[in-house]
């Protein structure tokens, strides 16, 4: 059982940063995740990490822009948020309890735990 707490979601003007935090406490994850769901839209992917974080995987659009990481020392997954676009305003959620090898696509189907989520608001 992975449970996942999420942090650091808020209010922010195009263009500026947040840096959103997951913790995760019980069995580790070998891929954690990050998805975001906008009002009136699917929940959608955002991106992925392995175990060592030698493997990432974002969407297209958010490359160049977010940055996933983690510190499994802390059990913590990190997305950092830059240029920020209204676009981007969604709740965030946290996944774990992914799959055991690391891949280029994924669906909420391939995780078993999420978080609460955090609320993303980019205000033009």
Not at 21 to 48: D, H, I, L, N, T
Not at 49 to 64: C, L, Q, T
Request: include cysteine; charged fraction near 15%.
């Amino acid at each position: 059982q992975v449970q996942l707490v999420e942090s650091g979601g808020g209010l922010v003007q195009a263009g500026g940063s947040l840096r959103l935090s997951c913790a995760a406490s019980g069995r580790s994850s070998y891929v954690m995740g990050w998805f975001r769901q906008a009002p009136g839209k699917e929940r959608e992917f955002v991106a992925a990490i392995n175990w060592s974080g030698s493997h990432i995987y974002s969407a297209d659009s958010v490359k160049g822009r977010f940055t996933i990481s983690r510190n499994n020392a802390k059990n913590t997954v990190y997305l950092q948020m830059n240029s920020l676009k209204p676009e981007d305003t969604a709740v965030y959620y946290c996944a774990g309890n992914g799959p055991e090898t690391f891949r280029y696509y994924y669906t909420e189907a391939d995780f078993a735990s999420w978080g609460q989520g955090t609320q993303v608001t980019v205000s033009s």
